[in-house]
């Protein structure tokens, strides 16, 4: 409601009978009546709304209320007299439908910690903070649906229930029924949750062409920091007959298709993220869209950092993985803009990774942006029957677990290649917020799982 107030506003027609539904966030009175300002969610902006005293339940609910209760407010909108808002709502009638008792109310007037709202991940959405990462969150979605769809991608739904480990990583969390036998699992054999959708969008490109799964993954990894959960979303494109560089161009433009779709349509909400959260959010945004990604190999990033004079906990040598220190030092100190770095050593990566000619590095990319580090990772697949079973030899993998997936290459083999963009880090990115668990409405962490 108040997003079409706005419209209305932005129409010049700010006059009207209008309703309003939603919660106070706060009252104060004056001797002939009470200004509210309420608030539906659709916008940031609070709905101005003067109460007067002839209303006929003023001195009975309306000198009652207070934050959080609940409101179906009817009146006529009117030009406003004061500083900072175009209109006001003149109450004709203000119905209570839920009251919020101000001594245990916690959201009161004052501004609170996001580490103290992060203990009522019930309430807290009704704030301006998380109500705007809500609403980023949701846009962002959409934006990169669109971008897909308008791409004659398909999106497929994989499965959340799994029996491969696709990174390897040993990061699953088991599944099982309530009293299953040992000797007799649920699915035949033992089954865990998703740790990316990767391998099954595979099977669907060697079909479709073209296609992406967005969903949910899960790794139980016992990193506490504030870019992992255990619990977070992904968006996992995978392409047949592409290459890596096809995949760089497709990852960077999701990256600022989506970005250029917030700073379009998000804007009243990341003025506030610009002011409060990040300063120079809007501005860091803008530079994604418009300027050009740099591109590094790994060996390449190597050297940058041998050279650099940062003081790093982990050294580095060509064959380590990079650490996140290391990412951040790239695209925030040397290259100020998101760095793509492409071809890492085929040790410290999946199984599934195509392997160069120098029989050393796999076809590999991870997009690192500034405040994250890596965004996006992903690789062009290895499609060679022989050299898949190689690679899954070496890593350990048991390949008749994992039949299904070299009769893609042993049925129509294509060059193939995908990523997955973690949807949190891209909605901490949009919104500046430095901790993760503020862009997800119910964080699940170590040792944490509310709601
Ligand atoms: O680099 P990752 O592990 O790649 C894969 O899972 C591939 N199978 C994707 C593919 O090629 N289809 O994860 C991809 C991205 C990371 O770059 C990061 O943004 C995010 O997923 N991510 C996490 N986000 C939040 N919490 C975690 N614990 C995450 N682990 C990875
Ligand atoms: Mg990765």
């Not at 030899?393 to 893609?408: F, I, K, P």
């Given at each position: 409601m108040a997003e079409r107030i706005q419209k209305l506003l932005h129409q010049k027609q700010t006059t009207g009978q209008v309703t309003i539904k939603g919660w106070v966030r706060t009252r104060r009175d004056t001797g002939s009546f009470s200004f509210l300002e309420v608030n539906d969610g659709s916008c940031l902006a609070n709905l101005q709304v003067i109460a007067d005293k002839n209303l006929s339940n003023y001195d009975v609910d309306i000198l009652r209320l207070s934050a959080g209760c609940s409101v179906v407010i009817r009146g006529e909108l009117q030009k406003s007299p004061a500083k900072g808002q175009d209109v006001e709502l003149q109450a004709g009638s203000v119905e209570v439908l839920g009251w919020a008792d101000p001594e245990t109310y916690p959201l009161q007037k004052k501004r609170h910690s996001l580490e103290f709202l992060r203990s009522i991940s019930h309430l807290r959405p009704r704030t301006n903070a998380l109500g705007a990462v809500t609403r980023v969150r949701s846009r962002l979605a959409f934006a990169v649906n669109v971008f897909f769809q308008e791409r004659d991608f398909v999106q497929v739904h994989t499965p959340i229930i799994t029996t491969s480990d696709c990174e390897g990583a040993g990061e699953m969390f088991q599944v099982s029924a309530t009293g299953e036998k040992k000797d007799a699992p649920f699915f035949g054999s033992s089954a865990g949750l998703t740790v990316s959708g990767q391998l099954q969008a595979e099977v669907y490109a060697l079909a479709l062409g073209q296609v992406y799964t967005f969903g949910p993954t899960f790794r139980a990894e016992n990193s506490n920091t504030s870019r992992h959960l255990a619990e977070f979303w992904m968006i996992e494109p995978e392409m047949s007959f592409c290459d890596l560089a096809c995949n760089m161009e497709l990852a960077s433009d999701l990256l600022k298709y989506v970005l250029q779709d917030v700073l379009d349509n998000c804007s009243e909400d990341l003025t506030l993220f610009n002011a409060f959260i990040e300063k120079g959010l809007i501005r860091k945004l803008k530079d994604v869209v418009e300027k050009d990604f740099v591109h590094l190999t790994y060996t390449a990033a190597v050297e940058e950092l041998q050279k650099a004079k940062a003081d790093f906990e982990y050294p580095v040598e060509w064959g380590i993985d990079l650490h996140s220190e290391h990412e951040r030092y790239l695209t925030e100190e040397v290259h100020k803009c998101p760095v793509i770095v492409t071809d890492y050593p085929a040790a410290i990566k999946p199984?599934?990774?195509?392997?160069?000619?120098?029989?050393?590095?796999?076809?590999?990319?991870?997009?690192?942006?500034?405040?994250?580090?890596?965004?996006?990772?992903?690789?062009?697949?290895?499609?060679?029957?022989?050299?898949?079973?190689?690679?899954?030899?070496?890593?350990?993998?048991?390949?008749?677990?994992?039949?299904?997936?070299?009769?893609?290459?042993?049925?129509?083999?294509?060059?193939?290649?995908?990523?997955?963009?973690?949807?949190?880090?891209?909605?901490?990115?949009?919104?500046?917020?430095?901790?993760?668990?503020?862009?997800?409405?119910?964080?699940?962490?170590?040792?944490?799982?509310?709601?």
């Open positions: 199984f599934y990774m195509r392997v160069s000619d120098d029989g050393k590095t796999v076809a590999a990319m991870d997009i690192l942006v500034p405040g994250i580090g890596e965004i996006v990772g992903g690789s062009q697949r290895e499609e060679r029957l022989e050299v898949l079973e190689k690679r899954m030899q070496e890593a350990g993998v048991d390949s008749t677990e994992y039949d299904w997936y070299l009769d893609l290459r042993r049925y129509g083999t294509v060059p193939h290649a995908g990523f997955g963009l973690g949807f949190e880090r891209l909605v901490q990115f949009a919104t500046g917020m430095s901790n993760i668990r503020e862009v997800i409405p119910f964080p699940r962490t170590p040792g944490s799982a509310p709601c």
